[in-house]
């Protein structure tokens, strides 16, 4: 039992669509607007870690093929209003792969909000927030697409609900370099997407102020420890006066730290990857570590999949590859 | 078998008292979910042993190593 992880051509795509496949979908909008009505849910995105190594890819689509690994399943769509519905309609035993449009209030609503979905541990939730070619930020919108009905979104979520076979779960899992580096507690008064003040060490100042006087690298992650779990937040940028922004929230109650440097991302990823990848599904990675790492024409072991604008392992998280495997109970 | 919620290590570790190095991502977010609750007195330290208890009992063979380690080998 095994999934396809891999780049295909828009007629390999159709011809899988027609044969009424399963499908979790990446590409550039133009492609996936190629693709047939079907068992589908796309997100755009033209970047991808493929078996031959990190690459933009803008003519071909990443296909992930649950067909022969899941048992049932059902897609749906989501607005902001019923977001926080979608950890109800999970298939017990099952996963849901979910898809969110980077940059867009429901991307926003979700990052905030999904720690506070009903019983969201229980059953895996991984995903991505979809993007577009760096060059045409603020020219073009991340979308999701819902295959059934060829429909583009903007502003909603859209999510693959799965069931398993009785003798099998879902397990989700990070690999994330980053680790807390020994410097100050940061923690922050506010959820939000940005923040002027924050507290360091317990001592109110200004976060904009606090990164440039102490010549802090914005690459490296804010990063919290959920009991063992390093989950990061990436400083997207530092301005004086707007304050400090992040590609995911920060949480008030939260204490995080400037990430230890990783000094080879290959190297350390290579030390830490699972060895055995038959299991995988799915996986993603984060657009920071394919700039800030050169990921480009590189490879991260066996594990393929979109390079993404944020991941998502249950939460929102940054500067992180998610993965996930089936396994026999 | 998931040991029985009269141990004291369920407690021990939605308190904090004990902080063994678990591996599994969703029994850390979850501990970690239940751990901040009891911060903020949404919960206290018996239903959150009570619910944790609860949650890994419904996955037993994915939480193995990490009960194991709770319960029988390592505590850091």
């Given at each position: 039992m095994k999934t396809h992880n891999k780049l295909m051509s828009v007629p390999e795509v159709n011809a899988l669509v027609a044969s009424n496949r399963i499908l979790a979908l990446a590409g550039n909008e133009n492609v996936l607007k190629q693709i047939s009505k079907g068992r589908w849910i796309g997100g755009t995105i033209p970047y991808f870690m493929n078996d031959s190594g990190g690459c933009m890819d803008k003519e071909r689509v990443f296909v992930t093929d649950f067909t022969d690994v899941i048992s049932d399943f059902k897609i749906c769509d989501y607005n902001t209003d019923d977001l926080s519905s979608l950890t109800n309609e999970r298939f017990n035993g099952g996963f849901s792969w979910l898809l969110v449009p980077g940059f867009s209030q429901i991307h926003y609503k979700f990052a905030l909000e999904?720690?506070?979905?009903?019983?969201?541990?229980?059953i895996p939730v991984m995903g991505w927030i979809t993007g577009i070619d760096l060059n045409e930020l603020g020219k073009n919108s991340p979308k999701v697409v819902n295959g059934l009905t060829g429909t583009f979104f903007e502003n909603s979520a859209v999510a693959l609900h799965a069931s398993l076979p009785n003798n099998k779960y879902a397990n989700l899992e990070i690999i994330n370099l980053f680790e807390q580096g020994n410097g100050d507690t940061i923690t922050f008064n506010e959820d939000g997407f940005s923040a002027r003040e924050c507290l360091v060490n317990g001592k109110t100042m200004n976060f904009a102020s606090y990164i440039t006087q102490n010549k802090?690298?914005?690459?490296l992650p804010l990063v919290a420890d959920y009991s063992g779990a390093m989950i990061n937040i990436s400083i997207q940028s530092v301005d004086q006066e707007k304050g400090v922004a992040f590609y995911a929230p920060v949480l008030k109650n939260i204490e995080y730290k400037i990430a230890k440097p990783v000094n080879n991302y290959i190297k350390a990823f290579n030390q830490v990857i699972?060895?055995?990848?038959?299991?995988?599904?799915g996986s993603c990675n984060c657009i920071l570590n394919y700039l800030y790492s050169e990921?480009?024409?590189?490879?991260?072991?066996d594990l393929t999949g979109p390079i993404t604008f944020g991941e998502i392992a249950y939460v929102l998280v940054n500067q992180t590859m998610v993965f996930m495997t089936i396994e026999d109970k | 078998m998931v040991p029985e919620i009269s141990r004291r290590e369920w407690e021990d570790i939605v308190s904090g008292k004990i902080n063994p190095k678990l591996t599994s991502l969703s029994l850390q977010m979850k501990l970690n979910n239940l751990q901040l609750s009891i911060r903020l007195k949404k919960t206290d330290v018996k239903y959150a042993a009570i619910e944790l208890h609860s949650f890994c009992s419904e996955r037993e063979k994915m939480y193995e190593k990490d009960l194991n380690m709770i319960f029988n080998v390592e505590k850091v």
């Open positions: 999904v720690g506070s979905y009903n019983n969201l541990f229980e802090i690298d914005t690459r699972p060895a055995e990848t038959e299991k995988v599904i990921l480009e024409g590189k490879k991260t072991g | -």
